[in-house]
């Protein structure tokens, strides 16, 4: 079925202390369970299921934070992975800067 059907209806609290898994067909009292869901985006998420949330925004990296994965750890795999010795190339500040800032979003 629907998974967002599903968390609809193990938030209710009228249905949720008598919950039956329909796999094992087995009851469970979901009533005192804590349920974390993530998402990228709320977009697609229907209104009955937000209202039954707490939504919580954690924000994402920011170009500073970016930078230095980027230098430490993303160029040099780049380069191994195509060949390139860190002297055979130069890619100056401003340019990962742009490449980060415009070109990366987070997962």
């Given amino acids: 079925g629907d998974p967002a059907a599903a968390l ?20 469970f009292d979901l009533s005192q369970v804590l349920f974390i869901a993530t998402a990228n985006s709320l977009r697609n998420i229907s209104r009955p299921l937000l209202d039954r949330m707490e939504i919580i ?10 930078l230095p994965i ?11 992975e ?5 002297n055979e ?8 800067k742009d ?6 979003r987070e997962a």
């Fill in 57 to 66: 925004p954690v924000t994402g990296y920011s170009l500073e934070d970016k």
């Fill in 8 to 27: 609809l209806e193990v938030l209710d609290p009228e249905q949720n202390s008598n919950f039956i898994d329909h796999y094992l067909n087995v009851p």
């Fill in 70 to 80: 980027a230098t430490r750890h993303l160029l040099p795999r780049q380069l191994g």
């Fill in 99 to 104: 490449i980060v800032s415009k070109y990366t």
């Fill in 89 to 96: 190339i130069q890619i100056n500040e401003s340019t990962l």
């Fill in 82 to 86: 195509h060949g390139l010795k860190e």
